[in-house]
Structure formats: structure tokens, C-alpha cells
């Protein structure tokens, strides 16, 4: 799979087949023990979409000798999720009424989540992406859990227009989030992301994202690293080529120069709030990320 400046993707090729892996690893950490999360919609929607890979993963076939590595994408997963169902319900409980999911993929907060009443969550990824998730929600007899709004608009077009056409209110605060998303992104793109988001939010406006602030790996050699993990765990469809190479903008300073108010946590930090154990000796692609909340000022 290799990005170009205008493709675009269902959720069984390129950047979508992304968001269908990112379902399963849910799906998965749903059935754990004592799980973190719980998304009942996950396994459902990757059966949807129909990739073999990802439909036997969530029926239950394993690559014999695979647990450690099954079990490390599971709990990364699951962390992750946890992370931001916390941001999104915090923002509602201290009275924002407004969140946006950019690049939203099969994301099922919208129906799961317990929101406030008032709150309306807007969804926003490529048209092919939202249609094929609103069918099979519907197919499943899926009821979203708070005022879901879909946007159909490519973040590379004017999403901050389509949004407001959509009833956005930017005079009021806000909650975002980038999630599993900046990697995707050529730089300078980053960087308009978070403009256009910082643009939009009023005061109070909260942005939830992640990223990897090690500049000693290039994205081309943290993609490859990504495509072996789950190869190591079976996964026929390479991924490698997905993640754009250029020197980035630091998402906290970046951040902060907007008047935003920023705090951040480790990832093997987040590993111990939640109970789960980060693996010493796991490399740094993993063990750099850095989870970001901010305010704005």
C-alpha cells in the first residue's frame, strides 16, 4: 500500500484496512478477563467488512506461538481506547457538549459511550468510511447512545467548512480527537490539523491526540516496524508504505504556541494507571508514544 496526495479508501484498503485492524484489536480486548473496554459493535463491523485476516482473528484463529504479540496488541489497544473514552467523558461531565472523532473509521463511542444528554458527537472520515459504518450499524440494529452526526469529507478537503455546515457551534467548547491518526499525515498537514482545530475551539475547547516524539526513526522505518508486528501475528496485508516521512512539528510545543494548555502522559504510564503491564523490554516505537490531552487557554 502506497499513499499518494489524493487517494482515498474503503475499509478494506489502504488507511481503511487500518481502521478495521484497530476494530479487531478491540474487538479482541473486549474479551479479555477483565477487560478495559467494552465494544460489542467491533466484531460485528470487521466481519462487515469482510478482510480474511481480521474476520478469522475475531472468530478466534490464532497463529500458534503468537500469544505474547497478541496479547501486547490487545492491552496497546485497549489502553489506548480507555484513554480517550476517559477524555471524551470527562469533556461531557464538566459540561462540553460538543466532540468531534476525526478520521472516526469504525469507531463505535457514538453508541457505546454513556454521553450527557445534550451532547452531539460528530463523525468525521471519508464518505466510502462513514456510508459503509452507517449501513452495517443499521444492519446490526445498532441505535447511536447520544445526537451522532456524520461528516463525509476527506481532512485533506475543508473539513472545518462541512462541519459547520453540519451545525458545529465554534462559539462554544469543544472536544477532539486525533487518534491513531497523525501518522498519517504529511507535516505540514499535522500542522493545519491542529490550526484548524485551535481556529475552531472556543475556550474551554479540549483536543485529545497521540505521538511519538523520538526523532532517531523516520515514519518509513516506525511503518515497517508496524507491518512486522502484525505479520508476526499472521496478518497478510502489508502496511508499511501508509505512514508520510518528514521532520514534524513537536505536537506539545505546537500546541502550546496556539494557547493551549497541554499535559501528557508516557504510554507505559497509562500501562500502569490502567492495571496492565508494559513489557521492558519492548522497543521504542511503542514505549515513546506520548498521550496528549489540552485546554484551550
Known amino acids: 500500500m502506497t499513499r499518494s496526495d489524493q487517494d482515498t479508501w474503503d475499509l478494506a484498503s489502504s488507511v481503511g484496512a487500518t481502521a478495521t485492524m484497530v476494530a479487531a484489536a478491540r474487538a479482541l480486548a473486549s474479551e479479555d478477563a477483565d477487560p478495559l473496554i467494552n465494544d460489542p ?13 481480521f474476520t478469522r482473528l475475531v472468530n478466534g484463529e490464532r497463529v500458534e506461538g503468537t500469544e505474547r504479540d497478541l496479547q501486547l ?3 496497546s489497544m485497549a489502553v489506548r481506547t480507555r484513554f480517550f473514552d476517559e477524555f471524551f467523558l470527562a469533556a461531557a461531565g464538566d459540561g ?4 468531534v472523532i476525526l478520521a472516526a473509521g469504525l469507531d463505535a463511542r457514538a453508541y457505546r459511550l454513556p454521553w450527557q444528554r445534550g451532547t452531539v458527537v460528530y463523525e468525521v472520515d471519508q464518505p466510502e468510511v462513514i456510508a459503509f459504518k452507517n449501513e452495517a450499524m443499521s444492519r446490526q440494529g445498532a441505535v447511536p447512545s ?3 452526526k456524520t461528516v463525509s469529507i476527506d481532512l485533506r478537503d475543508d473539513w472545518p467548512a462541512a462541519l459547520r455546515r453540519h451545525g458545529f457551534d465554534p462559539g462554544r467548547p469543544s472536544a477532539w480527537s486525533a487518534e491513531g491518526l497523525l501518522m498519517y499525515l504529511p507535516p505540514e498537514a499535522q500542522d493545519r490539523l491542529f490550526d484548524n482545530i485551535t481556529e475552531l475551539s472556543a475556550p474551554g475547547s479540549r483536543v485529545a491526540t497521540e505521538f511519538n516524539p523520538d526523532t532517531s526513526t523516520t515514519m518509513s522505518e516506525r511503518a515497517r516496524e508496524f507491518s512486522r508486528r502484525w505479520a508476526n501475528l499472521g496478518c497478510d496485508i502489508d502496511m508499511s508504505g501508509l505512514f508520510y516521512d518528514g ?5 506539545v510545543e505546537y500546541l ?7 499535559t501528557t502522559r508516557q504510554r507505559r504510564d497509562l500501562f500502569t494507571d490502567y492495571g496492565r503491564v508494559f513489557p521492558d523490554e519492548e522497543a521504542g516505537q511503542l514505549r515513546n508514544i506520548v498521550a496528549v490531552t489540552a485546554t484551550k487557554n
Not at 47 to 53: F, H, P, S, T
Not at 247 to 251: A, D, G, Q, Y
Open 41 to 53: 459493535f467491533a466484531a460485528p463491523l470487521v466481519r462487515a467488512v469482510g478482510l480474511d485476516y
Open 73 to 75: 496488541m490487545k492491552d
Open 96 to 99: 462540553v457538549r460538543q466532540s
Open 146 to 148: 447520544v445526537h451522532r
Open 247 to 251: 521532520e514534524r512539528s513537536n505536537v
Open 256 to 262: 502550546t504556541d496556539r494557547g493551549w494548555q497541554v
